[in-house]
């Protein structure tokens, strides 16, 4: 990163995902919360894909694995593979306009949500209903303002 303001900006954006990740939600609306920092992962990482990396995503993810009590490594395995696509095509996705992008976000959100349902049948804990990938739908519809925001919060810190 070019300096610890950067560094303290994409952290703080970081953090934020998290407490979204916690926030309580009523029952019927839990199966549909956004991957707020899966998001967080693949804006930065097709932003400015020399400071946040596959490296960032594991470290996040394990995050992600302790404050759920999920089996350690899980988040951590689909949010460094979601990262690994993301860079491998962010030069193409930058110039996508919002709406071809959210359906990008999208379409690697299902390896990830892939991963945990593998993880989660081997732990024998798998969901019986459709429900299950809710999130990449919400995830797909929020992109956009998630996009939009923390385009702002970057040219702000004037991160590049």
Same mark, same amino acid.
């Given at each position: 990163m ?16 998290l407490?979204?990740?916690l926030m309580p ?10 991957? /707020? ?8 990482s ?7 990396g ?6 996040l ?15 951590a ?13 962010h030069?193409r ?17 299902? @390896? ?5 349902? /593998? ?15 809710? @999130? ?8 956009? /303002?998630?996009?939009l ?6 040219r702000?810190a004037?991160?590049?």
């Amino acid at each position: 990163m070019n300096n610890s303001s950067d560094f303290f900006t994409i952290v703080v954006t970081f953090a934020i995902a998290l407490i979204l990740m916690l926030m309580p939600l009523p029952d019927w609306a839990r199966a549909y919360r956004p991957e /707020w920092t899966v998001m967080a992962l693949i804006y930065w990482s097709i932003a400015v894909p020399k400071n946040v990396g596959i490296g960032t995503a594991w470290m996040l993810g394990l995050c992600v694995d302790v404050i759920q009590g999920a089996l350690l490594g899980q988040h951590a395995l689909g949010f460094a593979i979601t990262v690994y696509i993301a860079i491998r095509f962010h030069q193409r996705v930058r110039v996508y306009p919002l709406h071809q992008q959210a359906m990008f976000v999208g379409m690697i959100l299902l @390896p990830y949500m892939s991963i945990s349902l /593998w993880i989660l049948g081997i732990l024998g804990k798998d969901p019986k209903s459709w429900l299950y990938w809710a @999130p990449v739908v919400t995830s797909v519809l929020v992109w956009p /303002w998630i996009f939009l925001v923390l385009r702002a919060v970057r040219r702000k810190a004037s991160i590049y």
